[in-house]
């Protein structure tokens, strides 16, 4: 036999289960399903080591999954629209279709080249027309059931990318992907109703034990609901009246002023003729260009001022001047707060800077009154009992919480109300590489969807790519349309969907790719649904997991399918490091998959990536890893090529009886030992804790244990071939080119990747007899054969019994004995 050739093997067996279509999926199965997904690529290009990590682990879970009596769903496709295609356009003049197709053709051969189990047939592209098609058709439905709107609103721009940014989008106040500074502008557009299921959102995420927890907090966080209430404070000598949200009225009695968003719309009519008409209005110009991240990061300094005008506290009457800040947001609660210095960190801040009243109304549980004058050094946030506060004084802050708001409510003047810091999901975007939003404006009838006969909208090729400019706008053959009503001239939307509006749903097409009727049928979807187990990086916890649910719960909701929840497990796999850091192409520490490929092959890739750390920690690269990896399967290679002869020399052997069995030697029976156990530990790291790290340690000591039992004089032919085809079967799905070479060289005219999951010989972990070391005062003197079993007293009486332990205690005091079950004992003489 030759050595190992990896590019031969792994490109044979490649072209093999490709044109075989090795591992196509049907519905139509007697099978449990499972259904495997790793989060698909945006086509950037080349596929880097954290694609790697990711499509390797989904890939073993997969292949681990089938060998195991499973129907597996396991398929990628493209997240293909979005910003780095136009830059591209506009950078080289070539059409954004032409970039991405041919990033596309690149990745999916190197997904191939790494051996992924996909079933190629279920390849979905979102750029495509067949895919996009049902964006738009699932856009039309959620605009049918009023989960879709339109509407003015102050909108995150980034000035650099020329576009409206999702909050979601806008990190540290600076572009998601340029960094430049996010500024607020005023425009028209679409929004998807997910508040209409910030409860449930919420609510179900206790229904995911499978998903991490730092990532369902991550997800509660962001849905942020709160309990409060909202009370009226009344304004002097005018009807209206302002009203506040607060989770803490109790502390309504140490209001010393209330603070409105400057965007509020009673800012100007209250500041008329107050004559600080002038200022008020230059400070609401200068909050209207910074983005509210910027306004109310807890290091920005807080900034406000008075408007001239007073209004009355609800509960205690007294009369509290209005003022305007920039760390309260019109789009919170009422975009109005009643300011409590004495116990709120921010306002504390703001009256220190302003000197205004900070009033203590709560004081820490076992304090004197008498504290309640004391100027405090910082506010006091935590519960305690009431003082300053009226008929409520004495009682507890929480007693007082519920009182106070029954007394509001009982007046009159305030509700209990819950709070979501969600916003609504701002979709539109003034790009050209994304979904085309399907509405048309006509001036009879007004905004008119696209009806689905028309589907889809397509993007059109005459357009022109310059910075800061829609170039669909540029293209007049795409906005010249029909009134799908009237049949008047109208015009078409020029907005595209934010690509995440795509990715919120790819998972429900890979169920029935191809269907041109509909998005998917209800049969196959509901086969399939849920996604057993997802796998992608935790810098989508938020983002694409909450749309990706707030798009199934919709979509379950209209009838479309059953499931309530998209994604039964999640794991969140750490990045690739080097030297501590994330591998970045900016921090220019990138290896790339395509050269460690080219010189180790891509089953040592794999094995590495899998080996250097569990699959939720990050990994930190190293050559020498990826060296010792490759070194690993040589020695396998070598292994298979040393039993030959001697699975030649006992042409009898074929499936072992237990018979043979029973009747081997105390080391054959010792080999078979270790081959079962390391398929028991192998079993459960791969199937259930997803250590693959472990696993694979486990066979490299299970390919020692064999290398030593092959030179025994007896070594069993039928022996060694058990744990040979075992360690290649359960290093199949980590190293599936290399296994299956060997598992042929074996004589199998199957795949390996066929192969039933090996099952544990119980009999064979029975360790009938041991040996035991026998020592007296540390220093060997026998080793005997004993029962495994035999209890720490028989042993002590058998090693004193024996005669070489006999002729150094005779004549002496034993002091002590010390017995170690199954592997020692030792005797102390004097
Ligand atoms: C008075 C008060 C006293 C408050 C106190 C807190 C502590 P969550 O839990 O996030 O919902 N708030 C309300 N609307 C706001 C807005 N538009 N912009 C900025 N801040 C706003 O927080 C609710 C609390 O955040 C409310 O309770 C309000 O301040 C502030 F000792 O009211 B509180
Ligand atoms: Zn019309």
């Known amino acids: 036999q030759e050595k190992y050739s990896f590019p031969k093997i792994e490109s044979k067996w490649q072209k093999e289960w490709l044109d075989n279509k090795a591992y196509k999926t049907e519905e139509n199965s007697s099978k449990p399903k499972y259904y495997a997904l790793a989060m698909f690529p945006y086509p950037s290009g080349d596929l880097h080591m954290g694609h790697v990590r990711n499509y390797s682990i989904a890939d073993v879970i997969a292949r681990y999954k089938r060998m195991t009596g499973h129907n597996v769903l396991h398929p990628i496709g493209w997240d293909s629209f979005g910003l780095p295609a136009e830059n591209a356009a506009i950078k080289h003049q070539t059409p954004p279709a032409d970039w991405t197709w041919k990033n596309i053709a690149n990745m999916r051969r190197q997904l191939q080249e790494m051996g992924i189990s996909y079933d190629w047939d279920r390849e979905v592209a979102t750029c495509h027309p067949s895919y996009y098609k049902w964006t738009q058709w699932l856009f039309l439905e959620f605009y049918k059931h009023g989960l879709v709107y339109k509407k003015k609103a102050a909108v995150n721009w980034c000035p650099s990318c020329a576009t409206v940014l999702a909050n979601e989008q806008v990190v540290d106040g600076g572009c998601e992907r340029c960094d430049t500074l996010v500024t607020k ?430 699959p939720e920690r990050d990994l930190e690269w190293s050559d020498q890893g990826v060296e010792g990896c490759y070194r690993f399967l040589n020695r396998v290679w070598r292994l298979v090529a040393q039993f030959e002869p001697l699975l030649k020399a006992d042409p009898s052997s074929s499936k072992a009886s237990s018979d043979r069995w029973v009747k081997l030697d105390a080391e054959g029976k010792e080999m078979r030992r270790h081959t079962h156990s390391a398929i028991q530990k192998v079993t459960i790291d791969i199937g259930k804790r997803y250590n693959f790290n472990t696993a694979i340690s486990t066979i490299m000591e299970w390919v020692n244990a064999l290398y030593l039992y092959k030179e025994r004089p007896n070594a069993d032919p039928e022996v060694g071939r058990e744990a040979l085809e075992g360690i290649l079967t359960l290093l199949a799905p980590i190293a599936p080119h290399i296994t299956e070479e060997l598992w042929r060289e074996l004589g199998h005219t199957d795949s390996i990747h066929l192969q039933p999951w090996p099952s544990v010989d119980e009999a064979a972990l029975v360790q009938d007899e041991v040996t035991i070391i026998l020592q007296v005062n540390g220093k060997v003197r026998d080793r005997i054969q004993a029962a495994a079993d035999i209890s720490a007293d028989e042993l002590e009486k058998l090693a004193l019994a024996q005669p070489k332990v006999e002729e150094f205690t005779q004549g002496k005091t034993v002091v002590k004995v010390i017995t170690v079950p199954g592997k020692l004992v030792n005797i102390v003489v004097k």
Not at 282 to 308: C, P, Q, V, W, Y
Not at 452 to 479: H, W
């Open 185 to 614: 502008k005023s425009l028209e557009q679409w929004f998807f109703r997910i508040t209409d299921y910030a409860d449930v959102l919420l609510e179900d995420l206790d229904k995911l034990p499978g998903w991490p927890e730092k990532v369902k907090t991550m997800q509660r966080n962001w849905i942020g609901r709160s309990e409060g209430v909202e009370v009226n404070f009344a304004l002097e000598e005018r009807p209206e009246k302002i009203l506040v949200y607060t989770t803490r009225i109790d502390t309504v009695f140490g209001v010393s002023y209330v603070v409105l968003a400057p965007e509020h719309p009673l800012v100007l009519k209250l500041v008329k003729g107050t004559g600080y008409e002038a200022d008020v209005l230059a400070f609401i110009e200068k909050m209207n260009g910074l983005n509210e991240i910027a306004r109310t990061s807890t290091d920005a300094e807080k900034e406000g001022m008075f408007i001239g005008a007073y209004c009355l506290n609800p509960l205690s009457g007294k009369e509290v001047p209005i003022w305007i800040a920039n760390y309260v947001l019109l789009e919170y609660g009422t975009g109005a707060v009643m300011g409590v210095p004495a116990h709120d960190e921010r306002d504390f801040e703001f009256a220190a800077k302003y000197g205004l009243e900070i009033k203590t109304v709560i004081l820490p549980e076992g304090s004197s009154p008498e504290e309640k004058e004391l100027p405090l050094k910082a506010a006091y946030t935590e519960e305690g009992f009431m003082v300053n506060s009226g008929a409520f004084d004495g009682l507890s802050s929480q007693e007082a919480l519920e009182r106070m708001a029954d007394e509001a409510e009982r007046m009159g003047m305030g509700q209990r109300k819950v709070n979501f810091r969600l916003r609504d999901w701002l979709i539109s975007r003034q790009r050209y590489w994304g979904a085309p939003i399907p509405m048309v404006y006509c001036d009879s009838c007004g905004t008119v969807p696209v009806p689905e006969e028309q589907l889809p909208v397509l993007l059109p090729p005459d357009v022109v790519f310059k910075s800061g400019e829609n170039p669909l706008a540029t293209s007049s053959s795409f906005i010249e349309t029909t009134c799908p009503k009237c049949g008047g001239a109208a015009r078409r939307e020029t907005d595209t969907m934010d690509t995440f509006a795509c990715s919120s749903w790819y998972f429900l097409r890979y169920t029935d790719p191809q269907n041109t009727q509909e998005a998917f049928s209800k049969e196959n979807v509901n086969y399939w649904m849920n996604v057993d187990q997802y796998v992608g990086g935790v810098e989508h916890a938020i983002l694409h997991l909450l749309y990706a649910r707030f798009f199934t719960k919709a979509l379950k909701d209209f009838g479309y399918l059953d499931a309530e929840e998209p994604f039964q497990n999640l794991l969140t796999q750490g990045m690739v490091c080097m030297n501590g850091s994330k591998m970045s192409k900016s921090k220019g520490n990138v290896v790339s998959p395509g050269a460690i490929i080219g010189k180790y092959g891509a089953d040592t890739a794999r094995l590495f990536i899998l080996f250097a750390a569990p």
